[in-house]
């Protein structure tokens, strides 16, 4: 897992040295950069102060980091408006930023993912305002979905689409002259609206864009709401007016079509022009796994988040499901299974699994704080046993749980002012971590944090934890040094499940070997070698093991 910086590179931006298949196992370790580390004092986030912690992130020791998007934005929803692709907002800096986080980076053998938005642009986009601005008829409306609307004096949305964040997934413009006019498409916040990616125009721009970062020396992309960008030809009803319930569930005319994949194709094209091993990640919500599996084609992208992983609750017959038919899924198409526990839409796992099971990924509830902190490390230590690549959210590895009391005054989450839409209980995952014990902000800033801290963030910070032992920070190092020290670790397509008492996981890689209780009692099972690494405190006699409830163990056979 090793990666050295290399000077041989052809590239006139330095890159980490070629390591065949680096993706295959990697762990990715996602920045929201608003929360991560503020170098200016304003409160907010910043590239130079990712760029500051990446040695942080280098002793952690993950492969790469994922940022959150960081373009010129309105920031209507937290950078996923775009206004300019090839600009760096000002809030977190410069192009001269991005290229010293990039550069130095590579400098400390990490990559670097940069989130790409495709779907939808903001409604400050140059093309859409001109859009608007020309009114009907303007060529600039063909390159996203304006239509007319329905009624006698098109009062009506063109159909009966839904907005993820909540109500009609339609506005109406106000034409030049004045008057209500036509009505466009806008899956999320009507300040997204929704690119035509049947116009070519549309296309040429994401094919430039590519490239753009590319050649600033980016290593991959993650592509976010992949399963968008095509819609049903003629936008028909969906006939639904509980549409959210079906997400997930069925294909719908406006996510998972297949025309998304020509797409991929020939971004696939490009990519594998650059040197370095470059990734694509999708964002692909899917009804099955079984279709998650489309996007990652030999010839499309190289890796799709793992929805119905994360979704799982703290549950051995669940868990074992969906890792069966997750590794059946990725067999036939030979790329690597992925595994999530947290994300930046999501309520953290040692919130959720602190919570009874059936509640959802966005929990308003603190639920039993330890238990979840248990199941949560043990959670980690079974999802880096598994084949793959997997990906830590920020804070994760501090312990950190979401914030549930978060006043309604300082919510920044757009589905939360927008009624029947997601939960809007987002900016709990998105609180501002903690580096130190004291300080404004705990040491992510000098002028305070963008949304407030709860008053006991500094013991679960940084400095409280770092080189304490069984500290949550301290098990994430020792995981992923195991991880990337042990043959039988990282990728491969395959486990072998031993017999376990009922609740219990238990499955061997090689020499290696995982056990993970998920039940509220100790549990007897033999001692499989030595131990490498524990959640909890194990005892061993005889050679049987006690493992505790909610742990999960690590051995070597060898």
């Known amino acids: 897992m090793s990666q050295q910086h290399s000077s041989a590179e052809t590239s006139a931006v330095a890159t980490v040295a070629p390591r065949r298949d680096w993706w295959r196992d990697a762990v990715i370790y996602q920045v929201y950069p608003r929360s991560f580390a503020d170098s200016n004092g304003d409160g907010m986030g910043d590239l130079e102060g990712v760029r ?23 920031q209507a929803d937290a950078g996923y408006d775009v206004a300019d692709y090839r600009a760096v907002d000002p809030m977190f800096g410069n192009l001269l930023d991005a290229d010293a986080l990039i550069r130095d980076a590579h400098e400390l053998g990490l990559r670097i993912i940069v989130d790409l938005v495709p779907n939808h642009s903001s409604d400050q986009h140059e093309w859409f305002k001109r859009a608007v601005a020309e ?39 106000t034409e030049p002259d004045g008057t209500p006019g036509e009505w466009y498409l806008h899956l999320f916040a009507p300040e997204q609206p929704d690119f035509n990616w049947e116009h070519p125009a549309v296309g040429d721009e994401f094919r430039s864009i590519l490239r753009f970062w590319l050649d600033m020396g980016v290593d991959g992309f993650r592509i976010d709401v992949a399963h968008g960008l095509v819609k049903a030809d003629g936008l028909p009803d969906l006939g639904s007016h509980d549409q959210l319930k079906l997400l997930g569930n069925d294909v719908m005319p406006f996510f ?21 091993e470059r990734i694509f990640v999708a964002e692909a919500w899917t009804p099955t796994i079984e279709r998650t599996a489309n996007y990652v084609r030999p010839d499309e992208l190289h890796q799709a988040f793992n929805f119905q992983y994360l979704g799982t609750y703290w549950d051995a017959a669940e868990l074992r499901t969906v890792i069966d038919r997750t590794l059946e899924a990725m ?52 999802m880096l046993a598994l084949p793959g690549s997997a990906y830590v959210y920020q804070g994760e590895e501090l312990g950190l749980p979401d914030v549930v009391d978060l006043p309604d005054e300082v919510r920044q989450d757009p589905a939360y002012f927008r009624g029947a839409g997601q939960d809007g209980f987002r900016d709990g995952c998105r609180v501002p971590i903690p580096w130190t014990r004291e300080g404004s902000s705990y040491g992510f800033g000098t002028g305070g944090s963008w949304l407030p801290q709860p008053e006991n963030w500094g013991e679960l910070s940084v400095e409280a934890q770092q080189g304490v032992p069984g500290s949550t920070l301290e098990l994430y190092r020792s995981a992923l040094a195991v991880r990337r020290s042990h043959p039988d670790l990282g990728a491969g397509e395959a486990v072998e499940w031993l017999r376990a008492p009922e609740g219990v996981l238990a499955f061997r890689r090689g020499e290696f070997v995982c056990v993970a209780n998920t039940t509220g009692e100790s549990v ?15 005892t061993e006699a005889d050679g049987k093991t006690k493992v505790p409830a909610d742990t999960t163990v690590w051995w070597t056979t060898a």
């Open 52 to 74: 500051s912690r990446l040695p942080y992130l280098r002793d952690l020791g993950v492969d790469a980091v994922w940022l959150s998007p960081f373009y010129a934005s309105p």
């Open 135 to 173: 009114g009907p008829g303007s060529p600039l409306r063909e390159r996203y979905h304006f239509r007319p609307g329905k009624g006698k004096n098109g009062e009506l949305p063109p159909n009966d689409w839904e907005s993820i964040f909540g109500g009609p997934a339609w506005t109406r413009v």
């Open 256 to 276: 998972d079509q297949d025309g998304v994949h020509a797409i991929y194709r020939q971004w696939r094209r490009i990519l594998d022009e650059y040197s370095g």
């Open 331 to 382: 067999r036939p198409v030979g790329a690597p299974a992925t595994w999530v526990l947290s994300n930046h839409d999501v309520t953290r796992h040692a919130t959720r699994f602190a919570n009874p099971p059936g509640l959802g990924t966005q929990i308003r509830t603190a639920g039993d704080r330890d238990l979840g902190l248990r199941r949560a490390r043990a959670a980690t230590l079974l």
């Open 524 to 538: 007897i099972t033999p001692a499989y070698g030595r131990v490498l690494l524990a959640s909890g405190e194990v």
